[in-house]
């Protein structure tokens, strides 16, 4: 996406306006990671995760006009509309889905990339254990940094800090968090 003069991408200028091209442009280049997003929170259910994953574009295609461009990354809106909708569907008491081993064929399976891995070890009982032992603040950086991935600018947006304190005070939480994972890692286990 190459920036127009008022900063905002050209294809969000044009999704705005109304080109369908534009918000499928978007959509291809967005999905990937708004699927990661959802399959993370939903406990890995692959129906729920594309159901989800297709809310989320159909909201963001209805109340596209209504974006700002406010120099955060298009995906940082992607995944609030999904972290809603998640926060939704658990609130609303839609936890009895099911889906049959019959429903699942071999050629779904998902193989794991190396981020995927890390993230699931950043997810283990012994790190969660861990993190009550840091501040509020180095808490939230490193979810909204390694949990909802969101990039540093993100996350400088969410929390109304610079670039620069939210790579400080995520490097000082990392080294923290590290010094209580092996105590952690002994009560987990």
Same mark, same amino acid.
């Not at 406990?43 to 809310?55: F, I, K, P, V």
């Not at 809106?77 to 008491?93: E, Q």
């Not at 889906?99 to 997810?123: F, Y």
């Given at each position: 996406?190459?920036?127009?003069?008022?900063?905002?991408? #050209?294809?969000? &200028?044009? *999704?705005?306006?109304?080109?369908?091209?534009? +918000? /499928? %442009?978007?959509?291809?280049? $967005?999905?990937?990671?708004?699927?990661?997003?959802?399959?993370?929170?939903?406990? /890995?259910?692959?129906?729920? !995760?594309?159901?989800? &994953? @297709?809310? &989320?574009?159909?909201?963001?295609?209805?109340?596209?006009? &209504?974006? !700002?461009?406010? /120099?955060?990354? +298009?995906?940082?809106?992607?995944?609030?509309?999904?972290?809603?909708?998640?926060?939704?569907?658990?609130? @609303?008491? $839609?936890?009895?889905?099911?889906?049959? !081993?019959?429903?699942?064929?071999?050629?779904?399976?998902?193989?794991?990339?190396?981020?995927? =891995?890390?993230?699931?070890?950043?997810?283990?009982? *012994?790190?969660?254990?861990?993190?009550?032992?840091?501040? *509020?603040?180095?808490?939230?950086?490193?979810?909204?940094?390694?949990?909802? #991935?969101? =990039?540093? %600018?993100? =996350?400088?947006?969410?929390? /109304?800090?610079?670039?620069?304190?939210?790579?400080?005070?995520?490097?000082?939480?990392?080294?923290?968090?590290?010094?209580f994972v092996p105590a952690a890692m002994a009560v987990a %286990?």
């Amino acid at each position: 996406m190459k920036p127009r003069e008022s900063g905002e991408p #050209e294809l969000i &200028t044009l *999704a705005r306006a109304g080109d369908r091209e534009a +918000f /499928g %442009a978007l959509y291809n280049e $967005c999905r990937p990671f708004v699927f990661r997003f959802v399959y993370r929170r939903v406990g /890995g259910d692959l129906r729920l !995760t594309e159901d989800l &994953t @297709s809310e &989320t574009f159909l909201r963001a295609l209805r109340r596209i006009d &209504t974006f !700002t461009w406010q /120099g955060r990354d +298009f995906r940082a809106w992607l995944a609030t509309i999904a972290r809603n909708l998640v926060a939704d569907h658990f609130n @609303s008491g $839609c936890l009895g889905h099911e889906v049959s !081993t019959a429903e699942i064929s071999a050629g779904e399976e998902l193989v794991p990339s190396t981020e995927d =891995t890390v993230l699931e070890a950043l997810s283990s009982s *012994a790190v969660r254990v861990a993190l009550v032992n840091l501040s *509020a603040e180095q808490r939230r950086v490193l979810t909204l940094r390694f949990f909802d #991935e969101l =990039t540093v %600018a993100e =996350t400088s947006a969410v929390m /109304g800090r610079s670039a620069g304190a939210v790579k400080s005070m995520q490097h000082r939480a990392m080294r923290r968090l590290l010094s209580f994972v092996p105590a952690a890692m002994a009560v987990a %286990a």
